[in-house]
Nanobody, 122 residues
Framework: QVYLEESGGGLVQAGGSLRLSCTAP????????MGWFRQAPGKGREFVAS????????RYAESAKGRFIISRDNAKNIMYLQLVGVNPEDTANYYC???????????????WGKGTLVTVAS
């Protein structure tokens, strides 16, 4: 289990933008795939986006394609999720996740952050 800490959540108007950050200590960050998930009120947790260990490959949920951008800076042990053109359906707790290996296609998430709340006002 790795300690992951999200930040950047808050209240944003529909159509606005927000950038979420996730930091993780230790040298393992740069050798692990990372991801973002979210959980809306009254719903289950769902996948948003993932990125492989060096940022060369990414994957997005259909709802995130063309609007959200996942990225990472291994030199700073930080991962980002840029949200653009948000709508009220994007209101959720957003969780940072670390996979157990370099490629998100080859292993499962084994560490979670506590989440950061994004609220989109219409």
């Amino acid at each position: 289990q790795v300690y992951l800490e999200e930040s950047g959540g808050g209240l944003v108007q529909a159509g606005g933008s927000l950038r979420l950050s996730c930091t993780a200590p230790g040298r393992s960050f740069s050798s692990r795939a990372m991801g973002w998930f979210r959980q809306a009120p009254g719903k289950g947790r769902e996948f948003v986006a993932s990125i492989n260990w060096n940022g060369a490959y990414t994957r997005y949920a259909e709802s995130a394609k063309g609007r959200f951008i996942i990225s990472r800076d291994n030199a700073k042990n930080i991962m980002y999720l840029q949200l653009v053109g948000v709508n009220p359906e994007d209101t959720a707790n957003y969780y940072c996740a670390q996979y157990g290996c370099t490629d998100y296609n080859m292993c499962d998430v084994n560490s979670w952050g506590k989440g950061t709340l994004v609220t989109v006002a219409s």
